[in-house]
Structure formats: C-alpha cells, structure tokens
C-alpha cells in the first residue's frame, strides 16, 4: 500500500517546525511551543487513522479543526514575533497544502 501524499506532506511538516519550536524562547516554548509539537504529532495520527478507518469523515473534520488551531498558533508565532516573515510564510504555505477538503 502507497503512502497518502498528504502523510509525507505532514511528515516533513513536522521535520521543518519541530527545530523551529525546540528554539523557542522558554517563555513560549513550554506553552505555545508544546502546544503545537503536541498539535502536529496529533495531525500525523489521526491521518494514519484515517488512512485506515472505514468511517473517514468523523476523523477527517477533526483533522481540519487541529490543522486550524495549529493555523492559528503559527500565526501567533509570527504576532509575537518569534518566526520571520519568511519562515511564517514557508509554514503557512505547508499548512495550506495539508488541507482536506471534505467536499461540504
């Protein structure tokens, strides 16, 4: 069986951000930082779950609310300015291409 695009996709996702976050400063490395390392493991499970599960849709709309709220941390990174522009944009563009359209 052939790996989901969508799988390495979240999978080099992670590779790019977890450096990134491991250098937070410590003020928001245990809080917003953990929150998104803990976020994007999620992301990755639950799409090897769905790759498996005979009832995608449930876990697939969790999907899309974890890969808003990661959205969202991503763009408080970028307000706290703790990521540059650059770094925010490649992140939000690697988000963007994660998406799963649910056809609703």
Known sequence: MTEPPII???????????????????????????????GLYDLLENLIAARFASEKVTILTQINLKLDIIRYQTRLLY??????????????????????????
């Open 79 to 104: 307000d706290f300015e703790l990521i540059k522009v650059d770094r925010y944009n490649y992140g939000s563009q690697l988000l963007k291409e994660i998406g799963i359209d649910l056809g609703a």
């Open 8 to 38: 390495q996709k979240t999978y080099n996702l992670i590779k790019w951000y977890i450096p990134i976050l491991n250098n937070l400063p410590r003020n928001h490395k245990f809080m917003l930082g953990d929150r998104l390392i803990n």
